[in-house]
């Protein structure tokens, strides 16, 4: 194992040891709350273009398996950690590339990115292969976040059919959707066709429903998947799921902005305005929709206020911001999926 350090954009260093990929990842530094589901984390496409820090203070301790990746590669540039829990996640890590840093004060990075907001920054694998002063330089070059259209390095390039069983068609936009999304789909009983980003309104609204999924970047420039989604309302009955929601946010009249630092995690507690429950949730986004008094938003973040779901009840759409396959998470919002595809049996 060799030293490494992970350098943010304001001169911040934080120096650990290398037990992944070797190399320099370049991304923006965020952090998760979530206890478990690393490798579900590291492989989610929401997490393109970003050196992801585990706040729990063992990450690794319970291996990996095939199945728990919610995509068939990583896409998280790096994978920064207190404490390494198990080779087998090291050699994980190290087969696919991605470079993993132990031994890092996570405590101390996550006060710094909470303070100051996410970065820019590098994780190295080797600080004798990249000094922090060209470093620092390369970091300050990179693009800032917003601004960055990403769906297109993430979703799938041609249609397939997940699933053919089921009475209820349901077509699913990827953005960088996760498989936990289609296997829940599958369960509630919906045969599940997957569409590339590119995907026109016509093919799409001939399904029963359609799925905007999750995915990664600034939903702003994505401006002919939202045309997409303003064709389409009215036409089909729409579910928007992260960047879905807000993807459906935009295509109805609202603004996105940028968080300070995000909602990432497990254990991110949403208020469903029309029962008065509260759902413990699971997140991974940067932006967020901006509120209006037109009293659509059926769920907010008991965090900071920001809209987490709408209901469009005259256009059949509706949206939630957080992650209800929870995959990794609590269960609370599995209904969200069932109920939604077991109302579109009913039409």
């Known amino acids: 194992m060799t030293s490494g350090y992970l350098l943010l954009e304001d001169g911040t260093v934080f120096r650990g040891r290398s037990v992944g990929g070797d190399g320099a990842a370049f ?33 690794g301790n319970y291996g990996v398996a095939d199945e728990r990746g919610e995509s068939e590669r990583p896409h998280a ?14 050699e994980w890590l190290t087969a696919r590339g991605i470079v993993g ?12 990115l909470r303070d100051a ?18 470093a620092l330089a390369a970091v300050q070059g990179q ?17 397939y059919v997940f699933s053919e069983s089921g009475p209820t068609r349901v077509a699913v936009v990827d953005y960088g959707t996760k498989r936990s999304i289609l296997r829940r789909l599958a369960l509630a009983g919906a045969a599940v066709t997957v569409f590339p980003h590119t995907a026109q309104p016509d093919e799409l609204a001939s399904f029963d429903g359609v799925v905007l999924s999750n995915g990664p970047g600034d939903p702003e420039p994505l ?3 939202v045309e997409t989604v303003r064709e389409l309302l009215g036409r089909a009955p729409i579910l928007g799921i992260c960047l879905g929601h807000q993807l459906l946010g935009l295509a109805t009249g609202h603004g996105t902005f940028k968080l300070p630092f995000g909602h990432r995690g497990a254990n991110h507690p949403v208020l469903d305005r029309r029962t008065g429950r ?29 809209v987490e779901g709408f209901d469009f009840s005259e256009l059949h759409a509706r949206s939630v911001q957080f992650h209800p396959e929870a995959g990794p998470g609590p269960h609370d919002a599995w209904p969200i999926l069932e109920s939604w595809v077991g109302e579109l049996a009913k039409r």
């Open 27 to 59: 991304g923006e530094a965020v952090f998760t709350t979530a206890m478990t589901g690393y490798q579900e984390t590291v492989t989610d496409p929401s997490y393109a273009e970003q050196l992801v820090c585990f706040t729990a203070p063992m990450v």
């Open 77 to 90: 540039k790096a994978a920064v950690m207190r404490q390494l829990g198990g080779r087998e996640w090291a």
């Open 101 to 112: 840093l132990e031994e890092i004060d996570t405590r101390a990075l996550v006060l710094r």
């Open 117 to 134: 907001g996410a970065m820019r920054a590098v994780a190295v694998a080797d600080e004798t292969e990249l000094s922090v002063e060209d």
């Open 143 to 159: 693009p800032l976040m917003e601004g960055q259209a990403l769906v297109a390095d993430v979703s799938t390039p041609e249609p």
């Open 223 to 225: 401006h002919a998947e």
């Open 278 to 306: 509260v759902l413990v949730t699971s997140q991974n986004h940067g932006f967020a929709v901006e509120p209006s008094d037109a009293g659509e938003a059926t769920h907010v973040s008991l965090y900071d206020g920001t």
